[in-house]
């Protein structure tokens, strides 16, 4: 059954709207911000309300009361809350993303990966997009990522079905899908869940990141939601030799 995209509240709304400001120099590190007063007239809010995002952002680090001066941004703000799922091109890119060349756009039938993991009809017609990461002139992942069926994209998330046919034109820079993913999804609550299994990479594989067959990688597999619903599932080889891959472990 699909479910609809689980919106944030309006505090949450306006804490993403504060911090945006932060991270796009609008109050840059070691500013101070305005008075209550004066941006809750700028924002167009509640003084209750900004207090509320003013306290959750001094809890997450991104704000620090200072005695006779007022709330200032920290030095070094921490990554928003959102970002904590984060395409693999940035992930790896040890602070310089990598760069996605496209091999394949196309839609395919779904296979017993995508069938077990987005839910979909035998008969579905699914986004598959076939990408190689490279860095400093070498390939370090290939990726395969699928979408889940337009029809039920455009109920449960349809800002994500609009980025990926945009992103279909070849009028932008090429992305990953889950970069689309994640800025589609500015007040749509994403939930992740990956895998990590060692391989080989196989003939293929290896002629496509240009390393032989028996080179030993790392296989990630990913799957995305919106609240109970799969709208992205993905497979990520990285050989040896990749960037280090940070991963957090949680239950």
Same mark, same amino acid.
Request: proline content about 8%.
């Given at each position: 059954?699909? $479910?609809?995209?689980?919106?944030?509240?309006?505090?949450?709304?306006?804490?993403?709207?504060?911090?945006?400001? $932060?991270? #796009?120099?609008?109050?840059?590190?070691?500013?101070?911000?305005?008075?209550?007063?004066?941006?809750?007239?700028?924002?167009?809010?509640?003084?209750?309300?900004?207090?509320?995002?003013?306290?959750?952002?001094?809890? #997450?680090?991104?704000?620090?009361?200072?005695?006779?001066?007022?709330?200032?941004?920290? #030095?070094?703000?921490?990554?928003?809350?959102?970002?904590?799922?984060?395409?693999?091109?940035?992930?790896?890119?040890?602070?310089?993303?990598?760069?996605?060349?496209?091999?394949?756009?196309?839609?395919?039938?779904?296979? #017993?990966?995508?069938?077990?993991?987005?839910?979909?009809?035998?008969?579905?017609?699914?986004?598959?997009?076939?990408?190689?990461?490279?860095?400093?002139?070498?390939?370090?992942?290939?990726?395969?990522?699928?979408?889940?069926?337009?029809?039920?994209?455009?109920?449960?998330?349809?800002?994500?079905?609009?980025?990926?046919?945009?992103?279909?034109?070849?009028?932008?820079?090429?992305?990953?899908?889950?970069? $689309?993913?994640?800025?589609?999804?500015?007040?749509?609550?994403?939930?992740?869940?990956?895998?990590?299994?060692?391989?080989?990479?196989?003939?293929?594989?290896?002629?496509?990141?240009?390393?032989?067959?028996?080179?030993?990688?790392?296989?990630?597999?990913?799957?995305?939601?919106?609240?109970?619903?799969?709208?992205?599932?993905?497979?990520?080889?990285?050989?040896?030799?990749?960037?280090?891959?940070?991963?957090?472990?949680?239950?």
């Amino acid at each position: 059954m699909a $479910v609809s995209g689980q919106r944030r509240r309006p505090v949450v709304a306006l804490y993403e709207r504060i911090a945006d400001a $932060v991270h #796009d120099g609008t109050y840059p590190p070691g500013s101070t911000l305005p008075s209550e007063p004066k941006l809750a007239a700028e924002l167009g809010v509640s003084r209750p309300a900004l207090r509320e995002a003013l306290l959750l952002l001094q809890e #997450d680090g991104v704000l620090t009361v200072r005695r006779g001066v007022g709330r200032t941004v920290n #030095d070094r703000p921490p990554r928003r809350g959102f970002e904590h799922v984060q395409p693999l091109e940035e992930l790896i890119g040890a602070g310089t993303p990598l760069r996605v060349r496209v091999l394949l756009r196309t839609f395919e039938e779904p296979t #017993d990966f995508t069938t077990q993991h987005l839910l979909a009809p035998a008969r579905a017609e699914l986004r598959f997009w076939e990408s190689v990461l490279t860095g400093e002139g070498a390939a370090a992942a290939l990726s395969h990522e699928w979408a889940a069926p337009d029809a039920l994209l455009d109920r449960v998330h349809p800002e994500f079905a609009r980025g990926l046919r945009e992103a279909e034109g070849g009028s932008a820079e090429a992305v990953s899908m889950l970069a $689309v993913l994640v800025a589609a999804s500015r007040e749509t609550a994403l939930h992740a869940h990956s895998g990590i299994t060692a391989t080989l990479l196989g003939r293929r594989r290896g002629e496509q990141l240009g390393r032989p067959a028996d080179t030993p990688a790392v296989l990630v597999t990913q799957v995305v939601r919106v609240g109970e619903t799969p709208v992205l599932a993905a497979k990520h080889m990285l050989p040896t030799g990749t960037p280090a891959l940070p991963v957090l472990q949680s239950h």
